[in-house]
């Protein structure tokens, strides 16, 4: 079988980047066309880490183009940004991996959060983008909506217990993330002076990534509890999760059956730290039981897991190949 063309649209960020270091080893896809909003300039040049490794122009949008040379899309671009391009290129027929919030969410919830959707037709069309919930309607999507890096990290570590959760009792969900899942734009918060040798909370439990957990958990948003932590490290999330339980049940073989078959998620024994998964798609999930009390411990790499590692995973799926296909397994550690 000849390589699949494929598209990096968004390519001078920390996810555009990542993805073209997973798509320039993957034995299926070829990427053949790299853009950004402006063009004018090569790949190494926005990259200087890829000089003498993959030298490539990146030119300006143009969708004809991209319908002529490609097969599918990644749009790694602001919210927003991202339905303008959805629609022409799904109606072009090209399939498309969304890694902005356009595709996430219910309209109205999304409204809420965002902007006014101008898009709704392919919003009812996207497949959430998690294999450990929707592994079969991934190998028939066109559109996938890549999920946030809160809400990845969060709704994995919750997945096992919602049956065992006590209904309407508070999720509460305290999540660490590094500098880099703020992306490359300067800002005052993700300045070096204001985040070296310091900690805080940001948008405590107003963070629009909260609806979109709550929604793909089934609960109201109410319940949902999320307070994100910006942490002085470049990449990483760990999220620690409280939940009420009921039932006499071993909360780790229940987590451990659980995800007995699954890809990229590892069950620990012991409480699981962000290195061990850095530069890899893998979560791992740690979880203690106290009486009625579970607390969940879930890591990921924010960038891989969290946006671009996970978005080839998905693009796999829907390709109908191996989920695992061309996927990095091995963390930076140390």
């Given at each position: ?224 509890h999320f307070v994100p932590h910006l942490v002085p490290i470049t990449r990483g999330m760990l999220s620690s999760i409280y939940i009420q339980v009921e039932g006499d049940f071993d909360a780790y073989k229940y987590l451990s059956e659980f995800y007995k078959d699954a890809k990229h998620v590892r069950v620990s024994k012991n409480p699981v730290d962000m290195k061990s998964v850095a530069g890899t798609n893998f979560c791992d999930i740690y979880v203690k039981q106290k009486g009625n009390v579970l607390f969940i411990s879930s890591a990921i790499d ?33």
């Amino acid at each position: 079988m000849s390589a699949i063309n494929v598209s990096v649209i968004g390519v001078s960020g920390y996810t555009g980047l990542e993805l073209v270091k997973i798509l320039i080893k993957h034995p299926k896809f070829n990427l053949s066309y790299v853009a950004n909003s402006e063009g004018g300039t090569t790949l190494s040049e926005l990259h200087p880490s890829l000089a003498g490794v993959f030298e490539c122009n990146v030119v300006k949008v143009d969708i004809e183009t991209i319908a002529k040379e490609c097969e599918l899309v990644f749009l790694a671009v602001p919210h927003q940004t991202a339905m303008a391009y959805v629609k022409p290129l799904m109606q072009k027929g090209l399939k498309v991996v969304d890694l902005s919030a356009d595709y996430r969410l219910s309209k109205d919830v999304y409204e809420e959060f965002y902007c006014p959707h101008t898009d709704t037709d392919n919003l009812l069309e996207a497949v959430y983008g998690i294999p450990e919930l929707f592994a079969k309607e991934l190998r028939s999507a066109k559109l996938v909506a890549n999920p946030g890096c809160f809400p990845t990290s969060a709704i994995l570590g919750l997945l096992p217990f919602m049956d065992k959760r006590v209904k309407h009792t508070p999720i509460i969900i305290d999540a660490k993330t590094g500098v880099s899942g703020a992306g490359k734009k300067l800002s005052d918060v993700t300045h070096f002076v204001n985040v070296n040798d310091n900690l805080f909370a940001y948008n405590p439990l107003m963070h629009r990534h909260a609806p979109e957990i709550a929604q793909k958990l089934g609960v109201d948003f109410d319940e949902v509890h999320f307070v994100p932590h910006l942490v002085p490290i470049t990449r990483g999330m760990l999220s620690s999760i409280y939940i009420q339980v009921e039932g006499d049940f071993d909360a780790y073989k229940y987590l451990s059956e659980f995800y007995k078959d699954a890809k990229h998620v590892r069950v620990s024994k012991n409480p699981v730290d962000m290195k061990s998964v850095a530069g890899t798609n893998f979560c791992d999930i740690y979880v203690k039981q106290k009486g009625n009390v579970l607390f969940i411990s879930s890591a990921i790499d924010n960038l891989m897991r969290g946006a671009s590692s996970a978005a080839v995973a998905n693009a796999n799926l829907m390709m109908g190949f191996d989920e695992e296909l061309g996927i990095p397994n091995i963390a930076y550690v140390p």
